[in-house]
């Protein structure tokens, strides 16, 4: 039986960005919490690549051998096979986790939080992230005093992304794919796990060309008992991927900018980057280090810092609530 302190048996189904990003994370450590236990992708040219990349890596021939392999199954395919690959993980006795959204089907998603039990986490990074962390200090030492607002602002040069192209099939369809759900989803994370529950929505999201995912959303909800903006839009910016979600009290402002970059406003408006704030290229592998910790604590048993089941079907929930006001234009929809 494996010890404690050895190395979690990690399975992973989808050789995918995110799966790829998983497996570099892991082998880029000395002393790993985990170690890969095996890898499938129902795509051959997908088991190819990483077989060419990674030629000591086990490539099995089937979702099931991963399961009988591992002790948690991180699941990173896309959305709509979540949820068969996660029912036959915890049916076998493993932990599960999983890249969000952990359905498709909001009903299917609900039924598998209520009877998974504890033993499962969806992969939302700013669980892990290290300027997420300096904002939960800043708040904590006061930094904002009283919350008054909360803005969330995400833009795109195009969708999907470029890095994205090779997934653009259900990236940009609106049953699984979307920035919604795809970058907004961490921004609600992140605001429900620092000032709570997610409520009061009222939004709208622009889908302006059929068969495609949305453009633009716009949304205000509360977090906790602080007013949240929202705001989203493809096309409006020349950068690849910028974001901001901004928290402002009667004491002050702090923010995280780019996924990773906390900073704290100054006395003429401006916003100053921590001392040691690093780019999210730095940021990410170290972020998905202390993820894969917490998947060896969460499988364990052990206390762990990961984004819950319920966590991530409330953010779901909010997600599909947007994208569910959706059309060509027109006014807000509560």
């Known amino acids: 039986m494996r010890q404690p302190s050895s190395p979690l048996a990690l399975g992973i189904i989808g050789a995918g960005i995110m799966g790829e990003r998983m497996v570099n994370a892991i082998l880029g450590q000395d002393d790993a919490a985990v170690r890969i236990a095996a890898l499938w992708d129902p795509d051959p040219a997908a088991r190819a690549r990483i077989a060419a990349r990674f030629p000591s890596l086990p490539l099995l021939t089937e979702a099931a051998a991963v399961v009988a392999a591992s002790d948690c199954v991180y699941i990173a395919s896309p959305p709509a096979s979540h949820l068969g690959h996660a029912r036959a993980a915890c049916a076998a006795g493993r932990s599960v986790f999983c890249e969000k959204p952990l359905a498709v089907d909001l009903a299917e998603a609900r039924d598998f939080v209520a009877t998974a039990g504890g033993r499962g986490a969806v992969n939302f990074p700013f669980a892990s992230s ?95 008992a602080v007013p949240v903006v929202l705001r989203g839009r493809v096309g409006e910016t020349a950068l690849d991927d910028h974001n901001t979600w901004t928290l402002e009290g009667e004491a002050g402002a702090v923010r995280l900018r780019d996924w990773a970059i906390a900073e704290r406003g100054e006395p003429d408006g401006t916003f100053a980057p921590a001392p040691d704030a690093i780019p999210n290229e730095r940021a990410r592998p170290i972020a998905l280090r202390r993820q894969l910790e917490g998947v060896a604590r969460m499988t364990r048993g052990e206390p762990h810092s990961l984004a819950t089941l319920a966590e991530a079907l409330e953010v779901q929930e909010v997600v599909e609530a947007i994208l569910a006001r959706g059309g060509t234009g027109g006014a807000t929809r509560g």
Request: hydrophobic letters at 45%; charged letters at 20%; a negative charge.
């Open 130 to 224: 290290l300027g997420v962390a300096t904002l939960a200090q800043w708040i904590t030492e006061g930094a904002v005093g009283a919350p008054r607002r909360l803005t969330i602002e995400v833009a795109f040069a195009r969708w999907p992304r470029g890095w994205q192209a090779d997934a653009a099939g259900w990236l940009d369809a609106p049953q699984e794919g979307g920035f919604t759900r795809e970058v907004v989803s961490h921004f609600l994370f992140l605001s429900r796990r620092l000032l709570g529950p997610l409520d009061d929505l009222r939004a709208q999201a622009v889908f302006p060309e059929p068969g495609r995912s949305e453009r633009a959303v716009d949304a205000t909800f509360t977090a906790g």
